[in-house]
Structures are given as structure tokens and as C-alpha cells.
């Protein structure tokens, strides 16, 4: 769990706790072979509106109602001259630039699957299947925003902040995130990371040891971020004053468009990553959480938002869960949470239930195994 984070004034139902931009970030490796262009630096969607529906449907002949809603600014998109990995602004392009980008922009190399980081990010691929939860180069990108800092101790004390585990807690954390099949190619990246991105002053995270402290790091702390330039219109067009009759047509449209891209794309529907958040990595689990994340803003902007009224003194909590893991017994939701948290929740509803008996029921014993593993890994990231 986390470390704990309480509310220092009255807080009431439907409020911004706060807005968080993460220590780092990075977006998933998948979403480039799936077409999902992100910013590399804010995760910000770099499609239209349209074209993101049109990609999710196969129908370039799609036409969006009110695109004056969408959001996306194309005209400001930036590419790193020398890689040509593509930014929404010239703000993100700078950032990346003094953070961590000289280190990692692979310039005319690219396309070489020789280089390093080509290796270790094609490694990666192959040892984590999408839905991804973590990312290799989100630890890439926080050997190379030291490598690249003035001020080293101070990034070092920015990354000690968050949670760490016991020897034994690491190692199951690890076996979790690459899976059985992987579990034993820790050292295979560990000699690609070493190989990519070794430096004297950060030696230990390069050891064996040092190595699985970081991926344990990364799993347990890391927030999953998904963007949507559709998402985005489809909230701005919900907030539209129409005539009832326009509203009416608007929502039937949006209601049949998402029914025909859950048939054609399936879940893979926002482009995806993980972040490092200071406050959010605070927060503790509770399967009644009091309050939510979520990314409004169409980039890495955390939005903790309140679910009910949360008084001064009173402790901040999310769910690790999604909605309908939560509904599920006491029982299966903390064999969810030993497995993906290593930790047994003694929240109100998991007390007010201790006396159920330790079974699931028979709907939930159908999805265990590997179709459980399957959806739960989804939502490790949301610590």
C-alpha cells in the first residue's frame, strides 16, 4: 500500500483533491505497432478527434459531428530533429530535450535494430504482451533524467520517495509483471539495460539486486495513464447546450459509435503508459474509495477527484481495483490484491464482510485462472 495521504481542509463530493504531473513518465511500446500516436513527453493523443474514431472503426469515410470541439492542435506538433520522434508542442519537445531526451534519442539510428535500446525495448515486446503494465523505458527514462541532471542527488531523492519492498516482495512482483513464462529472463534485460544506459554514478541500479529493486520500484508505483482525443470530444460535446432533439441525435450517435468500435477494436481504445506521481503513490487502496483518478486533460495530468465529502484529518483513498472487480466478494478481491499488491485490505467493507465465508461464487470461480490474470494485470498500474 501506500504510505497514506490525508485531507488538509474539507473536501467536498465532486472537488479536484489535486492535479499532479508525474516525476517521469513514458507511453507504452505497443502503442506505436497499434498506430497510437502519443506525445512522447505528455502522452497528449496527437490525432484528431476524427481520425481516432475513424482508425478505431477501419472507416476513413467517418465524419464527426461538432470538430470544432475537439481539442487537438495539430499545427503545433513538433518532431526531435534528429529522431524524429513527435511532440504536441515545442513546450514538450524542451522538456523531453533537458530531461532525459539527449540520453535516449537514438538520432539516424532509429531504425537499427542493432542499437541498444532497440534491443532492449524489441526484448521488452517480446516478454510483455499488451495490455502492458509497465514499462521498461519509464526505467530508462529515469536512468537518463539522471544521467542527465546537474543536481543527481536531488533526482535521486525525487525517486526515493516512492514505496519500496522487501527482498522477497520484489521478487514476486517481478514474477508478476513479466509472468511465468518471462520470469527467468530478469537478467536477459538487466544485461540489455546495463548494455543501453550504464553510468558509474547509478552503478547499483545495474546489479542484479539494484536491477529487480527498480522494476519492483516501477510496478508498485507506477499509475497507469490512458489519453483519447475521442474521449476528449465526446466529454466536450456532453457539456454542449443543444435543443433536446439535437441532444437527443448527438448522444444516439456517440452511444452506436462506441458500440461499433468495442466490435472492431476490442478494449485497445486510448493510447496507454505509466507514471511515477509523488501524492498519487501516497494514497492508499480501499474497495469504498473516496476518491478517483483520472487524466481530464487528455495527457499526464493526474486529476485526483472526490467521490463523496472527505474532511480535514480524514484519509484519501483510491481503488487498485476497477469498478467491477470491487463488487466481487471480500474473498476474491483480496486474492486480488495478495497477487497483483502483496497486501490483504482491512478496509470498512472488507471488515464489515470478514465473516463471509473464504469462497467465491460460482460466476467468479468460472473467470479464475487465466482469464483473471488476464484482466487483473490491466489494472496493476493503478496504485
Not at 59 to 67: C, E, G, R
Not at 91 to 96: D, S, T
Not at 261 to 279: A, D, H, Q, R, T
Not at 363 to 373: I, K, Q, R, S, V
Amino acid at each position: 500500500q501506500g504510505k497514506g495521504l490525508f485531507a488538509t481542509k474539507n473536501i467536498r463530493k465532486g472537488e479536484t483533491v489535486f492535479v499532479e504531473r508525474p516525476v517521469v513518465s513514458s507511453q507504452f511500446l505497443w502503442n506505436a505497432l497499434y498506430n497510437y500516436r502519443a506525445c512522447d513527453h505528455c502522452l497528449r493523443a496527437l490525432e484528431t478527434a476524427e481520425e481516432n474514431a475513424q482508425r478505431l472503426l477501419g472507416k476513413s469515410s467517418l465524419v464527426l459531428p461538432h470538430p470544432e470541439q475537439c481539442s487537438i492542435r495539430k499545427d503545433l506538433h513538433q518532431q526531435c530533429p534528429r529522431c524524429q520522434v513527435t511532440y504536441c508542442s515545442t513546450e514538450c519537445r524542451q522538456a523531453a530535450l533537458e530531461q532525459y531526451h539527449q540520453v535516449l534519442c537514438l538520432g539516424p539510428s532509429r531504425d537499427d535494430p542493432t542499437h541498444p535500446l532497440n534491443k532492449l525495448q524489441e526484448a521488452w515486446r517480446n516478454m510483455h504482451y499488451p495490455p502492458e503494465t509497465s514499462s521498461i523505458m519509464l526505467m530508462a527514462r529515469m536512468v537518463a533524467t539522471i544521467k542527465q541532471a546537474k543536481d543527481k542527488e536531488w533526482w535521486m531523492k525525487a525517486f526515493s520517495q516512492f514505496c519500496s519492498k522487501t527482498a522477497n516482495e520484489e521478487e514476486e512482483i517481478v514474477h508478476k509483471l513479466l509472468g511465468d513464462k518471462f520470469k527467468g529472463q530478469l537478467e536477459l534485460l538487466r544485461l540489455l539495460f546495463t548494455e543501453a544506459l550504464y553510468d558509474e554514478y547509478l552503478s547499483r541500479w545495474f546489479t542484479p539486486e539494484g536491477f529487480r529493486s527498480l522494476f519492483a520500484l516501477v510496478g508498485t508505483n507506477g499509475q497507469g495513464i490512458g489519453t483519447s482525443s475521442l474521449s476528449q470530444w465526446v466529454h466536450a460535446c456532453d457539456a454542449l447546450d443543444l435543443p433536446m432533439l439535437q441532444r437527443e441525435e448527438l448522444d444516439a450517435f456517440i452511444d452506436q459509435l462506441y458500440k461499433d468500435i468495442e466490435k472492431e477494436s476490442g478494449e485497445f481504445l486510448n493510447c496507454e503508459g505509466s507514471g511515477l506521481y509523488v501524492l498519487q503513490s501516497c494514497c492508499n487502496h480501499s474497495c469504498i474509495p473516496n476518491a478517483e483518478t483520472s487524466f481530464p486533460e487528455n495527457n499526464f495530468l493526474l486529476h485526483l477527484t472526490a467521490l463523496e465529502d472527505i474532511e480535514a484529518g480524514e484519509e484519501i483513498c483510491i481503488s487498485y481495483l476497477d469498478c467491477c472487480q470491487r463488487e466481487r466478494s471480500r474473498h476474491s478481491r483480496n486474492k486480488i490484491l495478495r497477487e497483483n499488491y502483496l497486501f490483504t485490505c482491512s478496509c470498512p467493507k472488507c471488515l464489515a464482510q470478514a465473516d463471509d465465508a473464504d469462497v467465491t461464487s460460482d460466476e467468479e470461480e468460472e473467470g479464475e485462472g487465466e482469464t483473471d490474470d488476464a484482466e487483473l494485470e490491466d489494472e496493476m498500474t493503478d496504485v
